[in-house]
Structure formats: structure tokens, C-alpha cells
């Protein structure tokens, strides 16, 4: 069982930055690939990025490339999305997700994780 708790969320203007966190809990939590996940109303949830257990491979939605860095720091038990050059398109609720059994090659699947947190909103105006 694991335990995911996100943080970070708010309102920023057009072309601001936002570091989302997400705090995971429970037993060998270092063994759960993580990933980041929005979804914006009215539209299904999306894969955003995610990060191998040693944090040493990562993987991005093509919207969000360049612009946002996810990270972990295994001491803390800590996912991080850093998010720049935010624009309109990138207002949503973002979700933290762990699995332990899911292959790296499937993190952009959402059906394929075991554990949610409760999001966080992130608003763009422009």
C-alpha cells in the first residue's frame, strides 16, 4: 500500500512556473515507478510524465516536453514536476500515480497504476 499526497498547485499567469510535489508514503515506496497525470474539465485524464525508481529514465507527453521536469529524490520519497512556460492548455487537476509491477514502456497508461492521489489544481491565466 501506498499513500499519495500532491502539493504545489495554484494559480500562475501565462508563461509563469509551478513546482508540483507529491509525497508517497507506505511501505518500499523506492520500488513504485511514479508518474504525473492531468485532467482538465471535460476531457479524459492524460499522461503527463513519469520517472523510473532510480529516477535515472524519464518519459513525457510530447505537449509538455521541454517545458516540464519531472524528478525524484529517493531520500524524501518525493516526486517533483517542475513546470515551465505554462500556458492555458496546461490548466487542470494533476495526479500523482505509483504501481509497483508496471513496465516502464506502459507509464503513459493510466489503467495500468494501482495508486492515486486526491490532485492538485493548477490554473493558467492568460
Known amino acids: 500500500q501506498v499513500q499519495l499526497v500532491e502539493s504545489g498547485g495554484g494559480l500562475v499567469q501565462a508563461g509563469g512556473s509551478l513546482r508540483l510535489s507529491c509525497a508517497a508514503s507506505g511501505r518500499n515506496v523506492g520500488n513504485y515507478i511514479m508518474g504525473w497525470f492531468r485532467q482538465a474539465p471535460g476531457k479524459e485524464r492524460e499522461f503527463v510524465a513519469a520517472v523510473s525508481r532510480s529516477g535515472g529514465t524519464t518519459l513525457y507527453a510530447d505537449s509538455v516536453k521541454g517545458r516540464f521536469t519531472i524528478s525524484r529524490d529517493i531520500a524524501k520519497n518525493t516526486v517533483y514536476l517542475q513546470m515551465n512556460s505554462l500556458n492555458a492548455e496546461d490548466t487542470a487537476v494533476y495526479y500523482c500515480?505509483?504501481?509497483?509491477?508496471?513496465?516502464?514502456?506502459?507509464?503513459?497508461?493510466?489503467?495500468?497504476?494501482?495508486?492515486w492521489g486526491q490532485g492538485t489544481q493548477v490554473t493558467v491565466s492568460s
Open positions: 500515480a505509483a504501481d509497483l509491477l508496471i513496465s516502464f514502456i506502459r507509464t503513459p497508461d493510466a489503467k495500468k497504476y494501482n495508486y
